[in-house]
């Protein structure tokens, strides 16, 4: 898995760049942009994540937990909040609004229920006020 992640990245990293590009624009009312990833695996993502964010990863797979590690001592512009050993359709250690943005790349097609999942972005992402 670790690389096919590298190869991967090589890939696809401009458009990665491109698809992250705004993730700034999602900063909550704390100043600091809280993102949730689901199937976070080795941590593929975290090179195009905005310095400072805070990320809580979320996988159900405890073999990847290792990998996060060394994936966030790489990355050392992320603040890493923690590692949930969960499924992302069933997250109650996330509170409720407690995200500005929820990442899932290559999950959603190897998750039991799709609906689920989304029931559970859409709980955990924080509300936004359109004024």
Known sequence: MLRFTVRYNEQMASKKRELFSNLQDF?????????LELGCGTGANFK???PGCSVTCSDPNPNFEKFLIKSMAENRHLQFERFLLASGENMPQV??????V??????????????RILQEVRRVLRPILFI
């Open 27 to 35: 900063v909550g009312p704390s100043g600091k942009l809280s993102l």
């Open 48 to 50: 195009f994540y905005p």
């Open 95 to 100: 509170a409720d609004g407690s995200m500005d």
């Open 102 to 115: 929820v990442v899932c790349t290559l999950v959603l097609c190897s998750v039991e229920s799709q609906e």
